[in-house]
């Protein structure tokens, strides 16, 4: 793109979740004239798996959620008193809402050796809007060392002489709601012994029990842990965190061979209190850990390609390079707590006003936790060429 133009993308809010109407404008702000058969906007959304082996085997999985590309505005060639008029193409697309009314540019008899049609120097921003798909929408992921991602972006193109003169691409980021619901009766609890050596006629009991198995970021974790040392030496090193697996599932294209490349997390944890120092041979010790669910993301399987498990995960041995015991339990992680009542909304006909942009659906009751990071506004990346 040369230095006398200027096209990026703004939406209205930050974070969308499905059956949301995605609005904003696709910008261009120029010194000089632009000359532009017409203008199209592209709605995308895809889960993408890329792994590689170590002896240089390929694979690759993909789900496309949506692929929607639209003729926003075309430009009819100059008449004979010099007027151009920019036109939107009719759709009949019970999805889309174009939003916007028809734009009339004018230029100079002069300059018809130079700008033939197109946008006159300025600032122009033409409305988009797109109602994203209700159903089958993934929430949007990517992490350190896992060959999966889950994308969704809206691009802007601008085409002179059936040639693309300027792009403008904005990734945006999907929250499908995921709830969590009742919790069972009786606590989860899980009992391993560990021993420091293959030698050794010590071991170190570790226990891990949780009343409550799903949550929301950000709540604190509910969790007793017993260790007790039937070793000679003293436990110093006791840790708790939560792992994050992810389990992607892709395909070799010449092969047909199928793999599973399984890659983890460890987010940051805690250890007992500042008082504590070890614990002495024959001692038990119990503790609950001060700890709050970081932002984790809350994400449903997709069958046969992706899925992210999550374990609240503790460790003890002499020191962080000397694991001898270590204790793991499930956990689920959602956007927000079931209502018995969202199953028995019922939904009210109202009338709509065509006249007016359809504004984002209600929620269907759904509440979301306060303290979800999730409602924050997030930085967004906005890619111009």
């Not at 006629?201 to 509910?222: C, D, F, Q």
């Not at 030496?233 to 965190?241: A, E, G, M, Y």
């Not at 940051?268 to 070890?278: H, T």
């Not at 499930?330 to 109202?350: A, D, K, L």
Request: charged share 25%; with cysteine; net charge positive.
């Amino acid at each position: 793109m040369d230095s006398h133009s200027d096209c990026y993308i703004e939406l209205s809010k930050h974070i969308f979740a499905p059956g949301d109407y995605l609005t904003g404008f696709v910008h261009l702000v120029l010194e000089r004239p632009l000359n532009v058969d017409r203008v199209s906007v592209r709605f995308f959304g895809k889960l993408e798996t890329f792994a590689q082996t170590e002896d240089g085997k390929k694979y690759h999985a993909g789900k496309t959620f949506f692929d929607r590309t639209f003729e926003i505005l075309k430009f009819e060639k100059p008449t004979e008193n010099g007027n151009q008029r920019s036109i939107r193409k009719e759709l009949e697309e019970e999805d889309i809402d174009w939003a916007f009314k028809d734009v009339v540019i004018y230029r100079d008899k002069k300059e018809a050796e130079v700008f033939s049609h197109g946008f006159q120097a300025g600032s122009h921003k033409i409305p988009i809007s797109y109602r994203l798909p209700s159903e089958d929408l993934v929430t949007s992921f990517a992490a350190k060392k896992c060959p999966t991602t889950v994308k969704y972006t809206v691009t802007g193109y601008f085409h002179f002489e059936d040639r693309l003169i300027r792009v403008a691409r904005l990734n945006f980021p999907i929250v499908a709601p995921l709830p969590i619901y009742p919790e069972p009766q009786l606590p989860v609890e899980n009992k391993v012994t560990g021993r420091p050596g293959k030698n050794s006629r010590g071991s170190v009991e570790l226990m891990m029990a949780m009343n409550k198995i799903s949550y929301l970021p950000t709540e604190k974790i509910n969790c007793k842990i017993s260790i007790r040392n039937n070793w000679k030496h003293s436990i110093k090193f006791v840790h708790f965190n939560i792992l994050q697996k992810m389990i992607s599932t892709a395909q070799n294209p010449s092969t047909v061979e199928c793999k599973k490349v399984v890659s983890s997390v460890e987010h940051p944890g805690v250890g007992i209190s500042r008082g504590f120092k070890k614990i002495v041979a024959g001692e038990t010790f119990s503790f609950s850990p001060e700890y709050y669910i970081p932002a984790l993301i809350p994400i449903k399987e997709t069958p046969n390609l992706f899925k992210v498990e999550y374990f609240a995960k503790v460790q003890v041995g002499k020191a962080p390079n000397w694991i001898i015991a270590e204790c793991l339990i499930p956990i689920n992680i959602g956007t927000h707590y079931f209502n018995q009542e969202e199953t028995s909304m019922v939904r009210e006909e109202v009338l709509v006003d065509l006249s007016t942009p359809p504004q984002t659906p209600p929620s269907n009751g759904i509440t979301f936790s306060p303290n979800n990071p999730f409602l924050r506004e997030l930085s967004v990346n906005n890619y111009t060429y």
